[in-house]
């Protein structure tokens, strides 16, 4: 999602095998989305869960319904938002704020107690905003966007950390036409489940398919099926790997039972400690490995 200097390429280019890749900014995420499957780019990278705001939702449902995509990767990225403007300018000289809807709305509480008549205008990014201040030389207009956007456009930051919480982080997703990245031993599964029936206990159900196998629920949205009002499915994300016999199983049972199940992906999760439990996963697995051997030697002696 561009242009230049969005979060998005803030937590792309945090990637090193990614920061060196050809990159094109799309007006919105539909159209990052849309040019993956026409084939315009061979990756999309996009926004997909804030920790303030929650689901970026046209990211979930055009994933849900709209398009078959996978995904290769999540990217966690610490989001700090600075309040922008042209050099010189200070707060009391700012009578409108344009950014993203979603970065207005995790800096509710600064614009109330610091800006309480500007007027809020909505951009298609953080980075579109601060393009339009800077490019557009617009006086007494600021934005919410990031030190890269700030750069880019010689805008400097009247006000820095303006968000509402601090801990604030985006989660993003790398996504491709096809494929499933190879197990880690540190990943995540996520998938959309559809109801046979909406029925008292259906959700219990699909919840008892993970708690029955030990597996790690990370996330559980309810999203309208846009079908009939009331009717309602379930975008999950768990620990494990497809690959997994203890997930396989589990994806069976939830096909079987339940109305449909649309894969999105297995991919590596995100964590400062992944590496570590990688490590240690492909250690246990080894030597499971050689246990089992061991035993299976012994057949017929």
């Keep these: 999602m561009g242009p230049h200097g969005t979060f998005t390429e803030q937590a792309l280019l945090g990637q090193p095998d990614l920061a060196a890749a050809d990159t094109r900014p799309f007006d919105s995420i539909p159209d990052v989305l849309n040019g993956l499957v026409t084939g315009e780019v061979d990756l999309g990278f996009v926004p997909i869960e804030n920790a303030i705001e929650g689901a970026v939702n046209v990211t979930q449902d055009t994933l849900a319904f709209d398009l078959d995509l996978r995904i290769q990767r999540e990217v966690v990225l610490d989001v700090q938002l600075n309040m922008l403007a042209l050099p010189g300018t200070q707060l009391k000289d700012i009578h409108t704020v344009v950014s993203f809807p979603v970065a207005v709305a995790q800096?509710?509480?600064?614009?109330?107690?610091?800006?309480?008549?500007?007027?809020?205008?909505?951009?298609?990014?953080?980075?579109?905003?601060a393009r339009q201040v800077g490019e557009q030389h617009l006086e007494g207009v600021a934005t919410i966007s990031n030190p890269l956007a700030a750069e880019l456009y010689g805008l400097e930051a009247v006000a820095e950390a303006v968000e509402d919480h601090t801990g604030n982080q985006t989660r993003f997703l790398l996504l491709a036409r096809e494929g499933v990245p190879a197990a880690t031993g540190h990943d995540k599964t996520s998938v959309v489940v559809f109801q046979r029936a909406n029925e008292p206990g259906s959700l219990l159900a699909i919840l008892h398919e993970f708690a029955a196998r030990n597996i790690d629920l990370s996330r559980l949205e309810s999203r309208p099926t846009r079908r009939v009002l009331g009717d309602y499915c379930?975008?999950?994300?768990?620990?494990?790997?497809?690959?997994?016999?203890?997930?396989?199983?589990?994806?069976?049972d939830l096909k079987m039972k339940q109305g449909d199940i649309k894969f999105l992906g297995s991919y590596p999760a995100a964590g400062h400690d992944g590496e570590q439990v990688r490590r240690d996963s492909n250690a246990n697995w080894l030597d499971a490995a050689d246990w089992v051997e061991e035993l299976r030697d012994q057949i017929g002696q």
């Design 234 to 252: 379930f975008l999950l994300d768990f620990e494990g790997h497809i690959g997994d016999e203890v997930v396989a199983d589990c994806l069976r």
């Design 107 to 129: 800096c509710r509480n600064f614009l109330r107690e610091q800006l309480p008549e500007a007027e809020i205008q909505a951009a298609t990014s953080t980075a579109e905003a």
